[in-house]
C-alpha cells in the first residue's frame, strides 16, 4: 500500500525523536536516499527537524516538528474511525 507524504514526514519526525543520522532514517522510514534528501530538507527548512553538524549529521525533531507528528496521527486516527464508521454502515 503506498503511504501518502503525511505519512511519511509523521514517519520521519517519529525516527527523529531522539536523534538519527540519515541511514537510519532511510532505513526505517523505507525510503531510498535520495528520496530522503527532499523530505530532510522539506522538515530542516520548517523548522520541524534540526541538523547538528559532527562527525556524522543528527537530525533531531523539534517541539514543533513533534507538534505537527501528533496532528498528522490524529488525523489519520479520526479518519480510520470515520471509515470504520461508513464500512459498518454500508455492510448491515
Known amino acids: 500500500m503506498k503511504r501518502n507524504r503525511n505519512e511519511i514526514i509523521s514517519e520521519i519526525l517519529r525516527?527523529?525523536?531522539?536523534?538519527?543520522?540519515?541511514?537510519?532514517?532511510?532505513?526505517?522510514?523505507?525510503l531510498n536516499f535520495r528520496t530522503a534528501d527532499p523530505y530532510l530538507q522539506l522538515l530542516i527548512?520548517?523548522?520541524?527537524?534540526?541538523s547538528s553538524q559532527g562527525p556524522?549529521?543528527?537530525?533531531?525533531?523539534?517541539?514543533?516538528?513533534?507538534?505537527?507528528m501528533k496532528t498528522i496521527d490524529q488525523v489519520h486516527s479520526?479518519?480510520?474511525e470515520y471509515q470504520d464508521s461508513l464500512l459498518t454502515l454500508t455492510s448491515a
Do not use: F, W
Not at 527548512?45 to 534540526?50: A, P, Q, T
Not at 556524522?56 to 513533534?66: C, D, F, N
Open 56 to 68: 556524522h549529521v543528527v537530525y533531531q525533531t523539534t517541539e514543533k516538528g513533534m507538534s505537527l
Open 15 to 30: 525516527i527523529c525523536i531522539k536523534g538519527a543520522r540519515k541511514t537510519k532514517v532511510v532505513y526505517q522510514a523505507n
Open 45 to 50: 527548512k520548517n523548522d520541524l527537524i534540526v
Open 78 to 80: 479520526t479518519l480510520a
